[in-house]
């Protein structure tokens, strides 16, 4: 099974900076299988960002992903208040598909 | 646009079952797979398992094996999720989730999740 950690656990941030969000996996992720889902309190997880890099249909361009391998990263170019949330990474190489525990993004 | 509806919320009593549904609309039902997931409180989401709404075939995540049951009905275009043996541990919300590739026979899913239904929470308590 692959276990993804995502750090940091928590990011207090203020609209308009630059967030990058790490997601580490134990194993190497092959095909560059991962995607990025952002959630709000509430309501379900919202698919951002596929296959690493490809951004889902809809989504601003300051929403943007990369690595490869095992180390991969989400990043937010410039925050706005909309973007507080928690983030998901998931990987779907193999089975079972399994997600990290999540950053969460608040407000400083 | 492509739209998850489920059904509303449970409260059943350890050892019950559960059967939870997805309506789904503004696609093709039977071309893409559908994907049921579960979130603690506090926790990221868990996948359970998958069924091909073209030919009801399934596949479940090893956790769930034995007390797991994905069907479908086509002529409603209709996903559902039955969960027996139900415990506190269950304590969940329920999502369906379509895939996103577009399969018109075999074997075809990428398994990531867009979009999601709204949820279905499921609460197990005596």
């Known amino acids: 099974e692959i276990v993804l950690t995502q750090s940091p656990g928590t990011l207090s941030l203020s609209p308009g900076e630059r967030v990058t969000l790490s997601c580490r996996a134990s194993?190497?992720?092959?095909?560059?299988?991962l995607a990025w889902y952002q959630q709000k309190p509430g309501q379900a997880p919202r698919l951002l960002i596929y296959d690493v890099s490809s951004r889902a249909t809809g989504i601003p361009d300051r929403f943007s992903g990369s690595g490869s391998g095992t180390d991969f990263t989400l990043t937010i170019s410039r925050l706005e208040p909309e973007d507080f949330a928690v983030y998901y990474c998931?990987?779907?190489?193999?089975?079972?598909?399994?997600f990290g525990q999540g950053t969460k993004l608040e407000i400083k | 646009q492509v739209r998850l509806v489920q059904s509303g919320a449970e409260v059943k009593k350890p050892g019950a079952s559960v059967k939870v549904s997805c309506k789904a609309s503004?696609?093709?039902?039977?071309?893409?797979?559908m994907h049921w997931l579960r979130q603690a409180p506090g926790q990221g989401p868990e996948y359970m398992g998958m069924?091909?709404?073209?030919?009801?075939?399934?596949t479940y995540a090893q956790e769930f094996q034995g007390r797991v049951t994905m069907t479908r009905d086509t002529s409603t275009s209709t996903a559902y999720l039955e969960l027996s043996g139900l415990t506190s541990e269950d304590t969940a919300m329920y999502y369906c989730a379509k895939d996103p590739e577009y399969c018109d026979g075999g074997v075809c899913y990428m398994a990531y999740f867009d979009p999601w239904g709204q949820g279905t929470l499921v609460t197990v308590s005596s």
């Open positions: 194993q190497r992720v092959s095909s560059d299988f």
């Open positions: 503004g696609y093709t039902f039977i071309t893409s797979y």
């Open positions: 069924i091909n709404p073209r030919d009801g075939s399934t």
């Open positions: 998931q990987h779907y190489a193999s089975t079972p598909y399994t």
